[in-house]
């Protein structure tokens, strides 16, 4: 069987460390890297660095390259369109690609009500005008999200983010108007007082809300259906019913931040279609466009029509590259059934993980929905406090070996698994094997 993961050095080697003096004269220290490593070519799901030792890839970018790394039909498509041009401004000379893909949006995001979408650069811009969005149409300002969330690292951004450390750190102060709840997952020792299936309803919210912002106030709920940042953690469906049955009558939106759940990563096109909902307004980036950057706020026709001409706009939104790029990385997911594809990479990669827990004081859980997954690190399992050091220890020896991935970033302690879509089962089996012997290697000694 052949062998993916090449190193002809050791790692970080020589030109890798070279780059990297040059990085610490020349960048801020607050700009760091998960691997020391300088990446001088990537196909579909191997990166080769510059001192050409080859990986192979966990990451996809932070969940960018569901579609693979230097994908023939996206660099096609980026190629012909920057020939024609690479930017004139939408708000100032139009072009096709645009409207093709807003579209293309409108049609293939959860719901069957009438939608319009506006195309921004990033995720954390997508939140942005996302919350402008919903305080225009509800003339309300309040904006509830929750504990372990991430939601970008603008100003808003950091303020949505529902962790202080590292994100907000001597950052402050935050945007006002922004409210944290508890996220609703399982090992959460808030919601552990509840029933194995604990009866949510509109009236918990309300409680909930008392001691956080009078209800009146509040125009929108952003919700990640799987925290990424926040260590691989579902939202719980019962609370999320629950928060629908309180959010509609009273006015109030709901925003899925679908920006890492997107474009085929949990299973189905996006996550929301696990949960039966459709949201108010819905955001996504990320995998939209292989890998070039390009975001969209997708919500219902009445909600976006609320904003006054010229309330949205940016210089860069919907650049005509990254548009191009847009259509045809969504045409390649779904033509190659790339949600399907997630779910087999999923159901292979928790299989062949499922012992650590049980072999292992110190591996508390592996988890995960479709082809995001995470392996969570502890001291011990009955404090399950966190062993940050322990988790940074296996990610080391992972790309010592060959292989990259991530921790999460505020439960650090978990490492995460984001592969491209497109990997083959002999690279995700490599790479598994990769995980395990680096976790035997760290827990044994």
């Known amino acids: 069987m052949k062998k993916f993961a090449v190193l002809k050095t050791a790692v970080p080697g020589p030109a890798s460390l070279a780059l990297s003096k040059r990085k610490m004269a020349a960048m801020p220290n607050g700009a760091i890297s998960n691997v020391p490593v300088f990446i001088k070519k990537a196909d579909n799901f191997l990166l080769?660095?510059?001192?050409?030792?080859?990986?192979?890839?966990?990451?996809?970018?932070?969940?960018?390259?569901?579609?693979?790394?230097?994908?023939?039909?996206?660099?096609?498509?980026?190629?012909t369109q920057a020939q024609k041009f690479t930017h004139t401004c939408f708000h100032m000379a139009m072009y096709e690609p645009y409207i093709r893909l807003t579209e293309k949006l409108n049609q293939l995001t959860p719901g069957d009500s009438p939608k319009k979408t506006y195309l921004v650069n990033s995720g954390a811009e997508a939140n942005e005008n996302a919350i402008k969005v919903a305080r225009r149409y509800t003339g309300k300002s309040a904006i509830i999200a929750f504990e372990h969330a991430f939601h970008g690292r603008t100003l808003l951004g950091l303020?949505?983010?529902?962790?202080?450390?590292?994100?907000?750190?001597?950052?402050?102060?935050?945007?006002?108007?922004?409210?944290?709840?508890?996220?609703?997952?399982?090992?959460?020792?808030?919601?552990?007082?509840?029933?194995?299936?604990?009866?949510?309803?509109?009236?918990?919210?309300?409680?909930?809300?008392?001691?956080?912002?009078?209800?009146?106030?509040?125009?929108?709920?952003?919700?990640?259906?799987?925290?990424?940042?926040?260590?691989?953690?579902?939202?719980?469906?019962?609370?999320?019913?629950?928060?629908?049955?309180?959010?509609?009558?009273?006015?109030?939106?709901?925003?899925?931040?679908?920006?890492?759940?997107?474009?085929?990563?949990?299973?189905?096109?996006?996550?929301?279609?696990?949960?039966?909902?459709?949201?108010?307004?819905?955001?996504?980036?990320?995998?939209?466009?292989?890998?070039?950057?390009?975001?969209?706020?997708?919500?219902?026709?009445?909600?976006?029509?609320c904003v006054q001409p010229g309330g949205i706009g940016s210089t860069y939104s919907g650049n005509p590259v990254a548009c191009a790029a847009a259509l045809a990385s969504i045409d390649?997911?779904?033509?190659?059934?790339?949600?399907?594809?997630?779910?087999?990479?999923?159901?292979?990669?928790?299989?062949?993980?499922?012992?650590?827990?049980d072999e292992y004081e110190k591996v508390a859980d592996v988890r995960g929905i479709g082809a995001m997954n995470g392996v969570e690190f502890v001291e011990d399992k009955q404090s399950l406090k966190p062993a940050t050091a322990i988790a940074k220890k296996v990610q080391q020896a992972c790309w010592e070996k060959g292989l990259i991935l991530l921790k999460s970033g505020s439960h650090s302690h978990v490492l995460r698994m984001l592969p491209p879509l497109t990997i083959t089962d002999d690279g995700l089996n490599e790479g598994l094997d990769i995980l395990i012997a680096a976790v035997k290697h760290v827990l044994e000694g």
Request: net charge negative.
């Open 159 to 305: 303020t949505l983010t529902g962790k202080a450390s590292p994100y907000r750190d001597g950052f402050g102060p935050m945007a006002p108007e922004i409210y944290h709840l508890p996220s609703p997952y399982k090992s959460n020792s808030r919601f552990t007082q509840y029933p194995e299936k604990p009866m949510f309803d509109a009236h918990f919210i309300s409680e909930q809300l008392k001691t956080v912002v009078p209800e009146s106030e509040v125009a929108a709920f952003i919700i990640e259906p799987v925290l990424g940042e926040g260590g691989i953690m579902p939202f719980d469906k019962s609370y999320l019913e629950a928060l629908f049955e309180f959010a509609k009558p009273r006015g109030i939106l709901i925003i899925a931040d679908e920006i890492q759940t997107g474009w085929g990563r949990t299973g189905t096109l996006f996550a929301m279609e696990h949960f039966g909902y459709e949201p108010d307004i819905l955001v996504t980036a990320k995998s939209i466009a292989g890998g070039m950057p390009l975001s969209a706020v997708v919500g219902k026709a009445e909600i976006m029509d």
């Open 332 to 357: 390649f997911i779904i033509e190659n059934e790339l949600p399907e594809r997630a779910l087999e990479i999923g159901k292979l990669t928790r299989e062949k993980l499922a012992s650590l827990p």
């Open 48 to 79: 080769t660095d510059v001192d050409e030792n080859v990986f192979i890839d966990f990451g996809a970018g932070i969940g960018v390259m569901n579609v693979g790394h230097s994908n023939p039909k996206v660099v096609e498509a980026i190629s």
